[in-house]
């Protein structure tokens, strides 16, 4: 069962959602797993996509992705979720890692065209 946070009400109570009001391990656990999945992950995935390119980067987190996609489907506890979100933050990760890396491509490819177009 999830318990209250002791303390007074007051006049405030009114504006805070009922997700705040219950002081619960597990709750904190499942918001915060896919933040610092995403955290720890973006190390390995720098790497991962320096050495081995864009496309496996993406591959590897899209199949990460939709592995935590499946479990959090047939999930039937707490903890299956909660892994679940770990593997979806590590997914999403790789992502970002390649999105940041064909930006960057995209804004060099961009300042080459206009340096050249500007030069005729």
Same mark, same amino acid.
């Given at each position: 069962?999830?318990?209250?946070?002791?303390?007074?009400?007051?006049?405030?109570?009114t504006? +805070?959602?009922?997700y705040?009001?219950?002081?619960?391990?597990l709750?904190?656990?499942?918001t915060?797993? =896919?933040y610092? $999945?995403?955290? +720890?992950?973006?190390?390995?995935?720098?790497?991962?996509?320096?050495l081995? &390119?864009r496309?496996?980067?993406i591959?590897? &987190?899209?199949?990460v992705?939709?592995? &935590? $996609?499946?479990?959090? &489907?047939?999930? +039937?506890?707490?903890y299956?979720?909660?892994?679940?979100?770990?593997? =979806?933050?590590v997914?999403v990760?790789?992502?970002?890692?390649?999105?940041?890396?064909?930006?960057?491509v995209?804004q060099?490819?961009?300042?080459?065209k206009?340096?050249?177009s500007?030069?005729?």
């Amino acid at each position: 069962k999830l318990k209250k946070k002791s303390g007074k009400k007051n006049s405030e109570d009114t504006n +805070i959602s009922n997700y705040c009001k219950f002081d619960n391990q597990l709750l904190t656990t499942f918001t915060s797993s =896919l933040y610092i $999945s995403g955290l +720890i992950a973006s190390f390995v995935a720098s790497f991962v996509t320096a050495l081995f &390119g864009r496309k496996p980067s993406i591959l590897l &987190g899209s199949t990460v992705f939709l592995a &935590g $996609s499946a479990l959090g &489907g047939v999930m +039937i506890n707490i903890y299956m979720l909660i892994f679940s979100r770990v593997l =979806l933050g590590v997914g999403v990760e790789f992502a970002n890692q390649v999105k940041i890396k064909v930006v960057f491509v995209f804004q060099v490819l961009s300042a080459e065209k206009n340096k050249s177009s500007a030069e005729c």
